[in-house]
């Protein structure tokens, strides 16, 4: 079993900063990736952006250079650093973990970004 905890998110005015974490924890022997999607009200489900166990990551074009994704393989960690938040970056952030044996998500967590 793949537990997922996702923390971080909340209520933050535009312009301003959110760190969101997952950990992932469980029956973990390898991961391929980890990565962020997100979604809006009456929208899809969106990739934000995705590190592979290598370091490489990618981003969606509308959060490129302003949201970091970085990892922590020892500790099977993730983290999405959002900065420069707009209001159209609000929504439910959902943390996805690639395993060999499939993939697996976590609970959300809510980033609302108003004045």
């Known amino acids: 079993q793949v537990q997922l905890v996702e923390s971080g998110g909340g209520l933050v005015q535009p312009g301003g900063s959110l760190r969101l974490s997952c950990a992932a924890t469980?029956?973990?022997?390898?991961?391929?990736?980890m990565g962020w999607y997100r979604q809006a009200p009456g929208k899809q489900r969106e990739l934000v952006g995705i590190?592979?166990?290598?370091?490489?990551?990618t981003y969606a074009d509308t959060v490129k250079g302003r949201f970091t994704i970085s990892g922590d393989n020892a500790k099977n960690t993730v983290y999405l650093q959002m900065n420069s938040l707009k209001p159209e970056d609000t929504a439910v952030y959902y943390c996805?973990?690639?395993?060999?044996?499939?993939?697996?998500w976590g609970q959300g967590t809510q980033v609302t970004v108003s004045s």
């Open positions: 996805r973990v690639q395993l060999p044996a499939g993939a697996f």
């Open positions: 469980g029956s973990i022997f390898s991961v391929n990736a």
């Open positions: 590190i592979s166990v290598g370091g490489m990551t």
